[in-house]
Nanobody
Framework: QLRLAESGGGLVQPGDSLRLSCTFSGFRSDYSMVGWFRQAPGKQREGVACSTIRGDNPTYVDSVKGRFAVVKDSAGNTVYLQMMNLRNEDEGTYYC????????????????WGQGTQVTVST
């Protein structure tokens, strides 16, 4: 059984940086994509970034390109979402997920989800 857990959320100011972690246990070769999603209050969940579980071929939605980066922990089973120059509109609950394919901003290819971590961007 695949399990994921996010951590690293918090309260930051606009322009700050934050790194989210997604640690997964268990492995299935057919679930080789990791995605990062966020859900703002009153809005649908949307994908913002994805890559292979090795961190290869990262893909980003336009709103986070150049500010967010997917980084793989070379030693273990953790994938990070490095977020820089955070904006108010980045606020939300962030989820990581494992799946078979990625088609941002959709989530259809993802099956296993973490519980989410809250990111608040406020002055």
């Amino acid at each position: 059984q695949l399990r994921l857990a996010e951590s690293g959320g918090g309260l930051v100011q606009p322009g700050d940086s934050l790194r989210l972690s997604c640690t997964f246990s268990g492995f299935r070769s057919d679930y080789s994509m990791v995605g990062w999603f966020r859900q703002a209050p009153g809005k649908q969940r949307e994908g913002v970034a994805c890559s292979t579980i090795r961190g290869d071929n990262p893909t980003y939605v336009d709103s986070v390109k150049g500010r967010f980066a997917v980084v793989k922990d070379s030693a273990g089973n953790t994938v990070y979402l490095q977020m820089m120059n955070l904006r108010n509109e980045d606020e939300g609950t962030y989820y990581c997920a494992l799946g078979r394919w990625c088609s941002l901003p959709g989530e259809s290819g993802f099956r296993f989800w973490g519980q989410g971590t809250q990111v608040t961007v406020s002055t």
